[in-house]
């Protein structure tokens, strides 16, 4: 009879005698299958999802080229928007004419318009796609007047460079 210490562990399947305790040295893997199953099912969720989003920022972009509004964007470094959260793109041409969702905007009005559309939804990010011969002043100004209509995330549109 051998001792069951230690010792049994190595000893060979023919030097055991039947009814003697062993070491169970399989391991079961069917927790760690489950496991990586989830974690494949949770990224194919959220991949799916954030392809959904940058389709719709992706459509954005096409609708404003789409809208026959000739701006020509700074160059800057580009930082993805948010894409769970309503935006609301506003063009700026080089003579100071304003659009917002293709539609032609008085100066005069911009700050209404800007505040009408916090109201409905609080959080909107405001979009800013000026021309780079826009003077800095006329972007501030515009920037002030959405702020003051309860914008308080402002963007400002750029192409990549």
């Keep these: 009879m051998h001792n069951h210490s230690l010792y049994s562990e190595y000893l060979q399947d023919d030097e055991i005698e039947e009814g003697e305790n062993t070491l169970f040295s399989e391991i079961n893997i069917t927790p760690f299958t489950d496991v990586i199953l989830v974690l494949l099912i949770v990224f194919m969720v959220y991949a799916a999802t954030a392809v959904t989003e940058t389709n719709k920022i992706r459509q954005e972009v ?17 930082r993805e928007l948010d894409a769970k959260i309503t935006s609301l793109s506003l063009n700026m041409l080089v003579d100071g004419t304003l659009f917002i969702a293709g539609k032609k905007i008085i100066t005069q009005d911009i700050t209404s318009v800007l505040r009408d559309a ?39 549109a750029t192409d990549q460079q």
């Excluded at 404003?64 to 701006?71: A, E, K, V, Y």
């Excluded at 990010?125 to 003077?135: F, K, N, P, R």
């Excluded at 972007?139 to 995330?153: K, S, Y």
């Design 62 to 78: 096409v609708e404003l080229q789409d809208s026959g509004l000739n701006i020509n964007l700074p160059q800057g470094k580009v």
């Design 118 to 156: 916090a109201i409905k939804n609080p959080k909107i990010q405001l979009i800013l796609h000026a021309d780079g011969d826009v003077s800095h002043k006329k972007v501030v100004t515009i920037m002030e007047q959405a702020r003051q209509a309860g914008i308080t995330q402002i963007s400002i």
